[in-house]
């Protein structure tokens, strides 16, 4: 993983004496004996159906996204209470061929027991605090229950919160682990977190409140609700914290260049690239379509331009373009797509967010406005019953 920056203040010196004490997740061992048990006891399934919000999910998105056609079971995520969707879900999710995973730390999400109710019979495991609601309904419904770590949801990517359902569906989560835990290493030293971090805390003081993250990789997309959560909730706090919007490159280019490139100055980039993929192909124009005018040349130009390259050439266009408007940009880039590189980048964001918030002066792992919304909505349901 490589980390590059284009008009951007100097990181700041690394300083340990303003971290805190590693936190939990920096320390936290699996029980990688009992993922192999859960594993074995549920292969047979051929569908996962993922029940959660924010932090309970979105490092186990990440890794399937990243892997999902070596993925052995299908996955469906239900976040919502939308009915629609969960019509859809149980009319096409058997019983006899799909696990419910339900996962909630405090386990007094709404949303997450309306949802985990509506597939009632169906096998069920259940991450969540040990006596919590969502512990107590799923020994009435028989689930197989495991014991949420004390750690904050959108922290536990290399716990059983994610690693068990990236083993059921036959990632490699020993390797994801070791990449987490190498970057997770580098916590008290010098390291590209630590100056991505700083350079985007020095650019908020200076007025760049936006922060657009293009991803130039379908599959590495998918950690996007990741990294605004680990953002948003870390150190979104106290009158501090930027807007990240992360989305997939290079579709951005047909509607936010606009905003990006026309915007008032307040904005900053990161790209995210991969410097290889999982597959090589290339353009082949057929010999009849090779006089046909394209952009002012014949399209046998594009002839055998390896995709790999068409994208990379994507990116670099638009870092050009943000170098002469003078955009300060960060190049995030991971060196391909294997688990323990998937790790290593899970990790980098993970940290990130720690020395984001401890710039600001913020506490990293708690989310008080998210948890005064939970309560409005629960009485909003009181309410509608007559109960309040």
Not at 206 to 215: E, I, L, N, Q
Request: proline letters at 5%; a negative charge; one cysteine or more.
């Amino acid at each position: 993983m490589h980390l590059e920056y284009f008009n951007c203040p100097a990181p700041q010196p690394f300083d340990p004496g303003v971290l805190p004490a590693p936190a939990e997740f920096l320390k936290y061992i699996p029980d990688f004996v009992n993922i192999e048990r859960i594993t074995a006891k549920y292969h047979t399934l051929r569908n996962i159906l993922l029940i959660g919000n924010g932090g309970s999910v979105t490092s186990f998105i990440a890794m399937y996204g990243a892997f999902k056609e070596k993925a052995t079971k299908n996955v469906f995520v239900l976040s919502t209470v939308d009915p629609d969707y969960i019509y859809e879900l149980k009319h096409k999710l058997n019983p006899n061929d799909t696990l419910v995973i339900a996962i909630s730390k405090s386990g007094e999400n709404t949303t997450q027991m309306e949802s985990m109710l509506q597939f009632a019979g169906y096998p069920m495991l259940i991450i969540t605090g040990q006596g919590s609601p969502v512990y107590d309904a799923g020994r009435k419904l028989g689930a197989m229950i495991i014991e949420h770590p004390s750690i904050g949801g959108r922290y536990t990517a290399f716990t059983e919160v994610a690693l068990i359902p990236a083993a059921l569906c036959g990632l490699n989560v020993q390797e994801l682990y070791k990449g987490g835990r190498e970057e997770h290493e580098l916590y008290m030293g010098d390291n590209n977190a630590w100056k991505a971090a700083s350079i985007l805390w020095q650019l908020e003081k200076k007025g760049v409140t936006d922060v657009f993250a293009p991803v130039y990789s379908h599959n590495l997309s998918s950690a996007a609700f990741l990294i605004m959560q680990l953002c948003h909730e870390s150190f979104g706090k106290d009158g501090n914290g930027q807007t990240y919007l992360v989305t997939e490159g290079p579709e951005w280019q047909h509607h936010t260049t606009q905003r990006f490139f026309g915007r008032p100055e307040n904005v900053a980039g990161v790209f995210i690239t991969a410097d290889n993929f999982l597959h090589t192909t290339a353009t082949t124009v057929p010999s009849s379509m090779h006089r046909v005018k394209f952009k002012e040349h014949p399209l046998v130009t594009l002839d055998k331009i390896n995709l790999e390259k068409a994208i990379t050439f994507e990116w670099e266009a638009n870092m050009e373009d943000a170098k002469i408007h003078n955009i300060p940009i960060l190049h995030l880039s991971i060196t391909g797509f294997h688990e323990l590189e998937l790790g290593r980048f899970i990790a980098f964001w993970q940290l990130y967010a720690v020395y984001g918030s401890v710039m600001r002066g913020v506490n990293p792992f708690d989310q008080p406005e998210v948890e005064a919304s939970k309560r409005i909505s629960f009485d909003k349901r009181l309410q509608f019953k007559g109960l309040l």
